[in-house]
């Protein structure tokens, strides 16, 4: 089965510059593209689908709460209503730039906090899956792979929405089979060598190793490397010679 590889891009802002997306985007098969909300603005909203148009990649919107102050990391109080419109704003917004390249949103990946809230309230899962349902069934929505896969699908598939399910090549992950919070100073994974370990053992094994050396055996489509990692180049030419 073939894992396909992702990347959080087109996160600049303004006069800000995040990221190399156009080093990195021959590598990856898939773009998760900020909507506004953590990071970008309409100028790079446009020359970010341009971008991964021309290079024939899948393009996902990655929306997040509206928090451009914390890059959409930290948990914000809305209603289930709320969550959903911020959801489909941000699906909006990117799709606008989608029609005037003449492609499409493929799949919704969370950013950040709203990403983490969604894989511990059912609730907020729904109410994104409520949006994407409601904007377009084709969008599969992206999640983190964990020990509750089936409960997910069997959710999902109630709004006739498939999942597309997801590893961290840069994350530590918790005994549990979740991610180490990133107030943890292990949270993040830097060298390139451990990441090329993880990949290969995954690929080979079927599994990645807890930040305690406990074996994980967690289903994997699609395996992400995070665009604002000071490694990410390095990180996505590994994963790009392993995966393929």
Do not use: W
């Not at 446009?46 to 451009?68: C, F, M, T, W």
């Not at 904007?135 to 020990?147: C, E, G, P, T, Y």
């Not at 919070?181 to 053992?201: M, Y």
């Amino acid at each position: 089965m073939k894992i396909y590889l992702n990347c959080d891009m087109g996160e600049s802002f303004g006069i800000y510059k995040m990221g190399i997306d156009e080093e990195i985007i021959s590598y990856v098969d898939m773009a998760n593209l900020a909507c506004g909300f953590h990071a970008s603005d309409s100028l790079n909203m446009n020359r970010s689908v341009k971008l991964v148009s021309e290079h024939q990649k899948l393009i996902g919107a990655h929306p997040s709460y509206q928090d451009l102050v914390g890059f959409g990391r930290r948990s914000m109080v809305c209603s289930l209503e709320e969550i959903m419109s911020k959801v489909l704003y941000q699906l909006g917004a990117l799709n606008a730039f989608c029609k005037v390249y003449k492609t499409n949103i493929s799949y919704v990946k969370p950013h950040g906090a709203l990403y983490n809230d969604m894989m511990k309230d059912e609730n907020i899962f729904k109410a994104i899956l409520k949006a994407v349902s409601s904007f377009d069934k084709n969008i599969r929505l992206m999640v983190l792979s964990s020990s509750k896969n089936d409960m997910y699908k069997h959710i999902a598939l109630s709004y006739g929405i498939d999942l597309i399910f997801e590893l961290f090549a840069d994350r530590n992950y918790t005994d549990d089979g979740f991610l180490v919070s990133r107030n943890k100073e292990n949270a993040v994974i830097h060298d390139d060598l451990d990441v090329l370990d993880r990949l290969e053992t995954l690929k080979n094994h079927g599994y990645i190793l807890s930040e305690n050396g406990n074996k994980l055996h967690l289903p994997v489509d699609s395996v992400c490397i995070h665009g604002d990692n000071e490694n990410a180049l390095e990180f996505a030419k590994l994963a790009r010679r392993v995966l393929s």
